[in-house]
């Protein structure tokens, strides 16, 4: 986990969808996950820590300008698992 502070994700759906359907994230990817409020700044500041993970790690990019998906939510502390009990407890109660 990183020492910057991470914005809010969008929604549980969203950011489920974006962590299965995208192998990396790009900067669209990254808006779409923390909303459109989030600054340039910010996307580059938490696509350092990944991308210094990712060095550290020994983990190739496709593009320049991505990040792994799995390695950002990690370094993010984004839990998945989490959202996903966090979603279908939603289901389960018709909150969604």
Do not use: H
């Not at 990817?29 to 996307?43: D, P, Y």
């Not at 502390?77 to 009990?85: M, R, S, T, W």
């Amino acid at each position: 986990m990183c020492n910057m502070n991470i914005p809010t994700i969008t929604n549980l759906d969203t950011a489920l969808r974006i962590y299965y359907s995208n192998s990396e994230l790009d900067n669209k990817s990254i808006i779409e996950l923390f909303g459109q409020r989030i600054s340039s700044a910010t996307i580059s500041k938490l696509k350092k820590v990944v991308k210094d993970e990712m060095s550290r790690q020994n983990i190739m990019s496709y593009g320049l300008n991505r990040i792994n998906t799995a390695l950002a939510y990690e370094t993010w502390g984004i839990d998945v698992v989490d959202l996903e009990k966090r979603r279908k407890k939603l289901k389960d109660l018709n909150l969604q």
